[in-house]
Structure formats: structure tokens, C-alpha cells
């Protein structure tokens, strides 16, 4: 069965009271049990983790590039996608599809959010959709590995 790393950074464990008119009203496990849905849906699995640590999600991809356990990662970097050279070098060591996820539209925000250090890795970005996006990314993964 196919098996997908997904992971979310800083103060995504603050959803659903954070800013809700910007990322929704779900909260990160409101959004675990989502992607646990999806993913028994398309026959896959997922591993759901955060951290507000940088090292600690850098740590995690090199554990996926290394491994080679995960088929798919899934990542919302968040402010870390705008600052994170070490996040863009980890990234760089995967072999399977990456899926850049945002539940706002960083780039109809404030001009430092424009940038992303992950989207130069990869060219799947889902944004905009809150946590919906996150089932996106699933459906996007599952059909890039169906392919
Ligand atoms: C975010 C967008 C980022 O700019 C922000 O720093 C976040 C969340 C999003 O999911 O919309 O923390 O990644």
C-alpha cells in the first residue's frame, strides 16, 4: 500500500482558533482525520506529523529521503516555506512527488508570503482551498503515482 509523508509546520498546531477568517475553522486533527479518510479512499496511507521546529522537519524529510518508506510527500511548510533554505536543501534529496499545500493563497497576501523556498522543488502547489486542500494534494499524489 502506498504510503505518504505528510507534514505541516509552524503554528499549523494552532489551527482552528488561529486567524480563522484566513486558515478556516478546522483544526490540524480535524485535518489528520481528513487526510486518514481520503488516503483509506485511494487505498493509501498516511503519516501526519508537525513541528514548529525547522531542524525537526528537516530531520523528517531526510528520514523520507533515506528511507525510502514514503511514496509521496505532502508538505505546508508554513511561514517556513518563505524563509527556509534548509527546508528547499532537504527537499532536494527526495526521489518521489512533493505537494506543496497552503489552506490560504500565499500569494494574494502580504508581499513577504510570495516567495516560496518549496516551490522551487516542486511544480504541485494547492492553495487557497483551507483544508480541502489538503484532500487535494492526496487526490493530486495518488494520480501523479497512478501514472
Ligand atoms: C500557510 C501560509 C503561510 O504564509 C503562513 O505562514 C502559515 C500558513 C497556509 O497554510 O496558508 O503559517 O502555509
Known amino acids: 500500500m502506498r504510503k505518504i509523508l505528510i507534514l505541516n ?6 489551527l482552528g482558533t488561529r486567524e480563522p477568517e484566513i486558515y478556516g475553522r478546522a483544526t490540524l486533527d480535524d485535518i489528520k482525520t481528513l487526510c486518514e479518510q481520503k488516503a483509506k479512499a485511494l487505498d493509501m496511507q498516511v503519516d501526519f506529523r508537525q513541528s514548529n521546529h525547522e531542524g525537526t522537519l528537516v ?3 531526510q528520514e523520507a529521503a533515506k528511507g525510502r518508506i514514503f511514496d509521496g510527500l505532502i508538505i505546508n511548510a508554513a511561514a517556513y516555506t518563505h524563509t527556509s533554505i534548509a ?3 532537504a527537499l532536494r534529496l527526495l526521489s518521489v512527488p512533493i505537494i506543496e ?3 490560504s493563497n500565499p500569494k494574494k497576501r502580504e508581499k513577504f508570503r510570495r516567495f516560496s523556498y518549496v516551490g522551487l522543488v516542486t511544480k504541485h502547489v494547492i492553495a487557497g482551498h483551507k483544508e480541502k486542500g489538503y484532500e487535494m494534494a492526496l487526490e493530486k499524489i495518488w494520480s501523479l503515482l497512478s501514472r
Open 59 to 61: 530531520d523528517w524529510i
Open 9 to 14: 509546520g509552524p503554528n499549523l498546531n494552532m
Open 87 to 89: 527546508i528547499h536543501d
Open 101 to 103: 499545500v497552503h489552506l
